[in-house]
């Protein structure tokens, strides 16, 4: 499915007409879609896309076919695609997934979630839209209506396109009507800014009184929650774009193997020679780091990745780089990065808490302006445990980017069987024979299913004690917590430092 669903020529109307109204009780054939692209572009021909080399960057599209029911006259709606059938009634402040009663008419609730969102006819034509002229879409004449929401007048906040059929001014069907999320975009300042967008194209719409077992559904009242609870974890962005095409939130890879992640155990290690050479315990680096999770996602020549508009279903993409220079002081349990983008991080596993650093201009000393907590059974590893997994396998020596190196690789396993990652892991040596990294690649195969790479590179890798004045701060006690723990940037840091259970615990969404 495209969601550039402009197919023709416009022809400009010649009088003003008013704004096509629909009733509230209808039925139509739908195919829903959305696209978000949060740091990534849109193409013309419909691809959304992250750059190679974006700082951050995620983009996903969902397309489901199926029937939607709105039931106006008693707030309720009903959509059946390929995931099942949901129901959602706005007076009983319940979303419910049914299946046909075996015992006789009507449905069956399976599963029963609270549904805090009020009653809207999602057929609903911006009251100040404007009459744009004809256009063919879906071989069918439309005319387009171009509105907006704003606040102020004047800061547009979404923009909506829709498109129908007027042949029969009396009963105006739908043909298909996009909106596209613009927040806070001021139009004399930025008229393209888009942040996602969805779409829905109508098919055989009628009206009027629907079947009365439509909504016939049997044990709302002891009708169970998920297993996994009710719980959304997706932005308030990418709820409302989904909310907008009336497609539940996808659940991914990743959403199956964190509880895996967050049950592996995490112990001390310390390991200081391994064949061949040493290990330093206290070092400083140059890092550079790459996240990749790619779900039906296309690499293209340029070096970005694509969710192309024929996806079908679903694709998400997920791209984060980062790095800075790191200072390892396992001797006092920490660690500092100070990163390409400014900020400065420092993970003390005595106090279990990863924190943001700034300078006090005023005391000129550093200070922590926020924290993350750090799971308490993670651990900071020292000398090749730090880089090297307790199974790692010394796959002999070997190049990386033209150099001469020892090359490791180890899995990542759930009940001993299943493969969930591979990574392979290159150090070279030093003249003191201490050895240094060089590079690492992770390659995500849960369950058998490539999803994506995490990258590491190290440069200029310096052995010994660091300067006690770069773990001076101010206030640490003191130091609020910071309510956006689940941040792609965040997530990728503790991917480097091997704080598996931290990372399952914030990792609900990629």
């Not at 400009?12 to 572009?41: K, M």
């Not at 974890?233 to 709820?239: A, G, I």
Request: proline share 6%; hydrophobic share 30%; charged share 20%.
């Amino acid at each position: 499915m495209k969601f550039a669903l402009v197919l023709g020529s416009i022809t400009l109307a010649a009088v003003v007409a008013a704004v096509p109204q629909f009733p509230d009780t209808w039925q139509s054939g739908t195919v829903s879609g959305i696209a978000i692209f949060q740091g990534g572009v849109k193409k013309p021909d419909g691809s959304v896309c992250c750059a190679g080399d974006a700082p951050g960057c995620k983009v996903q599209t969902v397309t489901l076919a199926g029937t939607t029911y709105n039931d106006g006259q008693n707030n309720r709606t009903r959509t059946d695609n390929a995931q099942g059938i949901i129901v959602n009634d706005y007076i009983k402040k319940v979303q419910m997934a049914v299946t046909p009663n075996p015992a006789g008419k009507g449905y069956v609730c399976q599963q029963k979630c609270p549904l805090q969102d009020e009653y809207s006819n999602d057929l609903k034509i911006q009251s100040n839209a404007v009459d744009k002229g004809t256009v063919m879409i879906n071989g069918v004449e439309t005319h387009e209506w171009l509105g907006y929401e704003t606040i102020l007048k004047v800061v547009r906040m979404e923009e909506q396109d829709a498109y129908i059929d007027q042949s029969d001014a009396s009963n105006p069907q739908p043909v298909s009507i996009i909106e596209k999320l613009t927040p806070f975009d001021i139009p004399i300042i930025h008229p393209t800014k888009e942040l996602g967008e969805s779409a829905t194209n109508y098919t055989n719409f009628t009206h009027g009184s629907l079947d009365p077992e439509t909504f016939d559904v049997k044990n709302i009242s002891d009708c169970p929650p998920p297993q996994n609870g009710c719980n959304q974890q997706s932005s308030d962005f990418e709820s409302a774009v989904h909310h907008r095409a009336g497609i539940q939130e996808p659940q991914t890879v990743l959403d199956k193997i964190q509880d895996s992640l967050s049950e592996q155990k995490t112990e001390p290690r310390l390991v200081t020679e391994t064949a061949g050479g040493k290990w330093p315990l206290d070092w400083s680096a140059t890092e550079h780091s790459k996240m990749l999770i790619n779900q039906g996602g296309a690499p293209e020549a340029d070096g970005s990745y694509c969710c192309l508009p024929e996806s079908s279903v679903q694709c998400q993409i997920q791209l984060q780089n980062g790095g800075g220079q790191r200072y390892m002081d396992y001797s006092n349990n920490r660690t500092r990065l100070e990163d390409i983008d400014g900020t400065i991080q420092i993970d003390d596993f005595k106090s279990h808490k990863s924190m943001e650093i700034q300078r006090n201009e005023t005391t000129g000393k550093e200070q922590c302006v926020k924290y993350c907590p750090i799971d308490p059974e993670e651990t900071l590893d020292g000398g090749a445990a730090f880089f090297l997994d307790d199974d790692a396998t010394d796959m002999g020596a070997t190049t990386y980017d033209g150099q001469p190196a020892e090359h490791w690789q180890w899995k990542e396993k759930i009940l001993k069987i299943i493969t969930m990652s591979t990574t392979d892991f290159f150090a070279g040596t030093d003249s003191s024979g201490f050895y240094t990294p060089l590079g690492q690649t992770q390659d995500l195969a849960p369950l058998g299913r490539h999803l994506g790479t995490t990258n590491m590179t190290w440069a200029s890798f310096t052995p010994g004690k660091q300067p006690s004045d770069k773990f001076d701060i101010e206030n640490e006690q003191d130091c609020p917590q910071d309510p956006q723990c689940g941040q792609n940037k965040k997530q990728l840091r503790r991917l480097a430092l091997r704080q598996w259970k931290t990372f399952a615990r914030y990792q609900k969404h990629f």
